[in-house]
């Protein structure tokens, strides 16, 4: 949501400036899913930027739940997620990460809502196990209706499933102001975690910069010293900023945003 509005020349252009060294790619990009979603303008416009890789891929949420009561729409979901998968693997992306899903009403999800969720699973197990990526389902902020939101929701779903991996994501699991919560999530899980999903809470909601943070920071530590070596995706969200951003504001804090993470991983 940070390049929202972009072209994909122009953020690839931004990410490669901001030193970034990858990209989770996310399908619902608007100049992409406008242009009918074409490959061949994608590998365009990544030409020049091959250095970016392995890519991830993030598959399509908004206007989506595959685990709505209402079956069309679940089945539309599904197929999405599918898709995702399947472009994903043929980019040859590293990692496509998933959304469980939520109950359809704003009550606690129960049986038959975690029932849908492995419907979804069982429907996208074919093509995930036959795919050279990791396919990661990731943790969802603690709402009331939201499925897989604490660390033993996960792991549950994870040992339901040996081909799946996870997708962290920090702010998320920091919802509830307890850095605690994030580092169960990263104890639990470790091992089946293919991609951290990293930004904060704030005053203007989620998905915030993390640069300077000292509880991110801590939690960064903490992630090194486990001995994690996979994908860290910057998540920010510009609305978060309180003001409407330009481009050589984004490209400032991505710049901070990186420095911050390499000095905490390079141990300088």
């Not at 996979?230 to 490209?251: F, M, P, R, V, W």
Request: hydrophobic share 40%.
């Amino acid at each position: 949501m940070f390049l929202h509005e972009m072209n994909l020349e122009d953020i690839f252009v931004l990410i490669s400036r901001a030193g970034l060294d990858s990209v989770e790619f996310w399908l619902e990009t608007p100049d992409f899913w406008l242009r009918g979603l074409s490959e061949s303008y994608f590998s365009t416009c990544f030409n020049a930027y091959q250095y970016l890789s392995p890519l991830s891929v993030h598959a399509p949420v908004l206007d989506l739940n595959p685990c709505s009561i209402n079956p069309d729409v679940a089945e539309i979901s599904i197929k999405w997620t599918r898709h995702a998968i399947s472009f994903a693997d043929s980019i040859g992306a590293s990692v496509c990460t998933i959304h469980p899903g939520r109950r359809t009403a704003h009550r606690r999800a129960g049986t038959a809502d975690y029932q849908r969720l492995s419907y979804l699973l069982e429907s996208i197990e074919p093509v995930s196990v036959s795919s050279s990526c990791k396919v990661a389902i990731e943790n969802m902020e603690p709402k009331i209706n939201a499925l897989l939101h604490t660390p033993e929701q996960m792991v549950e779903c994870l040992d339901l499933h040996p081909w799946l991996y996870c997708t962290i994501d920090i702010c998320h699991a920091l919802s509830n102001g307890n850095p605690n919560d994030v580092k169960d999530f990263i104890d639990q899980c470790k091992g089946r975690i293919a991609n951290i999903h990293l930004s904060r809470p704030g005053t203007y909601g989620l998905h915030q910069p993390v640069a300077g943070d000292p509880v991110i920071k801590n939690l960064l530590f903490y992630l090194n010293d486990t001995g994690y070596n996979g994908l860290i995706t910057s998540e920010i969200n510009d609305l978060t900023a309180g003001i409407t951003l330009d481009a050589s504001q984004k490209l400032n804090i991505l710049q901070k945003e990186v420095q911050f993470i390499r000095t905490i991983f390079s141990g300088e």
